[in-house]
Each structure stands twice: as structure tokens, then as C-alpha cells.
């Protein structure tokens, strides 16, 4: 099956600061990415979608400005959670799907997730 | 907005005995997928269900699509603590954006 990776795994930041997760797709190209936070004991909860080459599109209560999302190239999109807060702590996965949205054929992979501590 | 509600959120039972998860929503999905995530791990999927009725089987689980696409069921059949996990319960929506349900944590007593 399809492999996403995610990196770093984990990261430590101090509160203000940013930290950048990059999500990559390693045998396929995936022209869409998604990006999903996990808070302990909780489900996945969908922040944004990015298409390679455009402007990520946003869940209601996401703030943009705070979680910048660039989509690069067709296997790289990264999450930078931009002056970070303790609240901001979290799981944070990214997914990956090859060919268009709305293609049958399209199916979703997960990346391991990365966990984000701010102190 | 879709919702995805699964039942239960907890289950604790004896190695061997049967269990059934449910996953229900009021709205149509056009596909429905379940996925089992490991703790400090993202989530694997177990299977994709996309026609109404539809049945799949994986070994001991069998996954189940409600008639109108909008409920599934997961039923696993003599329980192994090797299948202890968090089950989840995922819908394509009307955008092709995949929403989770809250899952549903399972414990296998050996």
C-alpha cells in the first residue's frame, strides 16, 4: 500500500514560537492532502485540505493565520502552527490522497502523526 | 453538518466471546471506511464499504453498509486480545472530505 510519512514524529517548542510538520507522500503523488488533529482520548477532527499548487481550504473554527498550510509539490505538504500556545498541543496527522478529489479510485492514507508538546 | 455517532465508546469483554460496533449518522455518505489506530499512531484502514447493503469479511470481522448509506457496523466474531484497539468509523461526505467518528475504544481480556 501507499506510504505517507510525517516529520518530526515528535517536537517539544516553547510557547510563541512556530514549529513546521511536513507530511510526505513516498510512492505516489498525491494531488491532495488533509490535515487532522487528535486530542488525547478523542477522534480525528479534520483542520484544512490542501491541493497541490493552491490555497489550503480551511474547517469551520480553524484559524488560517494560525495554521499555515503549504502544499508544494505533489508529495510534500507541510503544517507550520504559527506562535504556538499549550492548547495548541496535540496529534497532529496528515493524509494523503492520489489522484483528483472526487475520483472513485481515490483512496486516503494516513501518515504515523506527529505530536506537538508546547511548554 | 455530518456527524458520525459509533457505539459503544468503550467495550471490555472475555477473549472469545463476539462483538458488534455500530455507526450512524441522519446523513448519506458516499462511502464509508473503518480504521483501526494504535496509540501514538495514525490510523490503518481496515476496509471500504461503498454500495448499500454491502458486506465485507476480514477473517473475524465483518463490516456491514446500512441500506441507505447511512449507518455501518462492525462485528468481530470470537475476540482475540490482539484486537484490542481504537476502532474508527469514517465517512466521505458530500465534498469528498473524510469526517471520523469519535470511535470506539476496545479491551480484550485475555
Known amino acids: 500500500g501507499a506510504v505517507v510519512s510525517q516529520h518530526p514524529s515528535w517536537v517539544i517548542c516553547k510557547s510563541g514560537t512556530s514549529v513546521k510538520i511536513e507530511c510526505r507522500s513516498l510512492?505516489?503523488?498525491?494531488?491532495?492532502m488533509f490535515w487532522y488533529r487528535q486530542f488525547p482520548k478523542q477522534s480525528l477532527m479534520l483542520m484544512a485540505t490542501s491541493n497541490e499548487g493552491s490555497k489550503a481550504t480551511y474547517e469551520q473554527g480553524v484559524e488560517k493565520d494560525k495554521f499555515l498550510i503549504n502544499h508544494a509539490s505533489l508529495t510534500l505538504s507541510t503544517l507550520t502552527v504559527t506562535s504556538a500556545h499549550p492548547e495548541d498541543s496535540s496529534f497532529y496527522i496528515c493524509?494523503?490522497?492520489?489522484?483528483?478529489?472526487?475520483?472513485?479510485?481515490?483512496?486516503?492514507?494516513f501518515g504515523p502523526g506527529t505530536r506537538l508538546t508546547v511548554t | 453538518t455530518q456527524l458520525l455517532e459509533q457505539s459503544p465508546q468503550f467495550l471490555s469483554i472475555q477473549e472469545g466471546e463476539n462483538l458488534t460496533v455500530y455507526c450512524n449518522s441522519s446523513s448519506v455518505f458516499s462511502s464509508l471506511q473503518w480504521y483501526r489506530q494504535e496509540p501514538g499512531e495514525g490510523p490503518v484502514l481496515l476496509v471500504t464499504v461503498v454500495t448499500g447493503g454491502e458486506v465485507k469479511k476480514l477473517k473475524r470481522l465483518t463490516f456491514q453498509f446500512g441500506d441507505a448509506r447511512k449507518d455501518s457496523s462492525l462485528h468481530i466474531t470470537a475476540a482475540q486480545p490482539g484486537d484490542t484497539g481504537l476502532y474508527l468509523c469514517a465517512g466521505r461526505r458530500r465534498d469528498d472530505k473524510i469526517i471520523f467518528g469519535k470511535g470506539t475504544r476496545l479491551h480484550i481480556l485475555p
Open positions: 493524509s494523503a490522497r492520489g489522484g483528483p478529489l472526487f475520483s472513485p479510485t481515490g483512496e486516503q492514507y
Open positions: 510512492d505516489f503523488q498525491a494531488t491532495t
